[in-house]
């Protein structure tokens, strides 16, 4: 129970933070903020302070940060619909930037206690496979597969198990990069004496270990998000294409149940360190992941409504027109519907799954 409140809070304050970023943008470029909260709910606390109410609620599951004249007219010339593009723009993108920003934090606070960072490097060949001729050495580091940057140790084994038998590598050797083109690496099974499947590629792969210094630090902090981002468009990209369902999906019931067991289970994390800096890593993944959903260019999403003002901004320039604001609310409306709808699914596919089902 204690790691599953954990879970609610982290999850919680990863959407406070990205209601934090519109507030402090709103407030910076001179939007009046009508009421900003902490939470959910009936509200606990209450503290009006200048123009703005502050409220602290009793569930800890987001927040939200109300602009005068978000959602409707107002004569306010500091309302938020009254604002220039450009600002509009920032204040909408700030949130996610927030999210992306506290994501790469945590992953900076995890790495200042790293001793070094593991890359892939090709170790030999596997006799018998057939792979001599790729054009691989010993020693030689991989940089990309397909196009694909390799941040980390874990990133190889991902981008060759999605690559065909023929791909494109790039590999550091002795400091220098080398393209090897359409080196063919086929798939294939193998079974060791235990009768255990695994599929190689014919190479053994090796590491080398970077030092830990501040830059590096610095550096593997920022590749970890960006691979965080890469990996959401990957798991979107396979949803699109239908190699995964709404079954894959989780939502705050899944991922809760998820950070929980992470935090609890002595074989994930068999100390409380380690429950913490696994636990840690799943919201800087989740923090990342929130910033690259707001964004797509959906209805009721921030995308969305960037989406709006970039369209409308062609159409003026265009036409001399623009579409409603009666019109773009009813789409957000029934984009907003769609997203409950798709949340309901998924908690109750979440919940099924706890329970075995």
């Known amino acids: 129970m204690l790691y599953i409140f954990i879970a609610i809070l982290i999850f919680g304050i990863l959407i406070a933070t990205h209601e934090l970023g519109h507030f402090a943008t709103a407030k910076l470029l001179g939007v009046k903020v009508n009421e900003f909260s902490i ?43 009254r604002a220039k593009t450009w600002k509009k723009v920032v204040i909408l993108s700030a949130g996610a930037g927030m999210n992306f920003l506290t994501g790469l934090l945590i992953t900076l606070v995890i790495f200042s206690q790293a001793a070094g960072f593991v890359l892939p490097t090709m170790n030999d060949y596997i006799e018998g496979y057939g792979t001599e001729s790729s054009g691989l050495q010993p020693g030689d580091v991989f940089y990309s597969v397909d196009g694909h940057r390799i941040y980390n140790y874990g990133n190889l084994s991902l981008f060759l198990s999605r690559a065909g038998d023929t791909m494109d590598l790039v590999v550091e050797r002795d400091g220098v990069r080398v393209e090897l083109d359409d080196v063919y690496m086929p798939l294939q ?169």
Not at 46 to 65: A, D, F, N
């Open 39 to 81: 939470g959910m709910g009936p509200a606990i606390f209450k503290r009006e302070k200048g123009e703005t109410l502050y409220s602290l609620r009793i569930l800890p599951v987001g927040g939200y940060c109300a602009m005068e004249g978000e959602d409707d007219e107002s004569a306010d010339p500091r309302a938020f619909g």
């Open 189 to 357: 099974e193998r079974s060791d004496s235990e009768g255990k499947t695994t599929y190689l590629r014919g190479i053994t792969i090796g590491r080398e270990i970077l030092p830990a210094t501040v830059g590096n630090k610095l550096q593997y902090s920022w590749y970890n998000c960006l691979d965080f981002v890469r990996l959401v468009w990957i798991s979107l990209g396979d949803l699109v294409s239908g190699q995964v369902g709404l079954r894959d999906l989780s939502g705050v019931v899944g991922i809760t149940a998820t950070m929980a067991e992470v935090g609890s289970d002595p074989e994930i994390s068999p100390t409380a360190m380690d429950a913490i800096k696994n636990m840690a890593n799943l919201a800087a993944l989740i923090a990342v992941n929130l910033a690259v959903m707001n964004l797509l260019p959906l209805p009721a999403l921030d995308g969305g409504r960037i989406f709006f003002l970039v369209l409308n901004g062609v159409l003026y320039t265009l036409f001399k027109k623009k579409i409603s604001p009666e019109h773009e609310g009813f789409v957000h409306m029934a984009g907003l519907a769609l997203l409950m709808v798709l949340m309901v699914v998924v908690t109750l596919s979440d919940v099924g799954k706890l329970f075995g089902r």
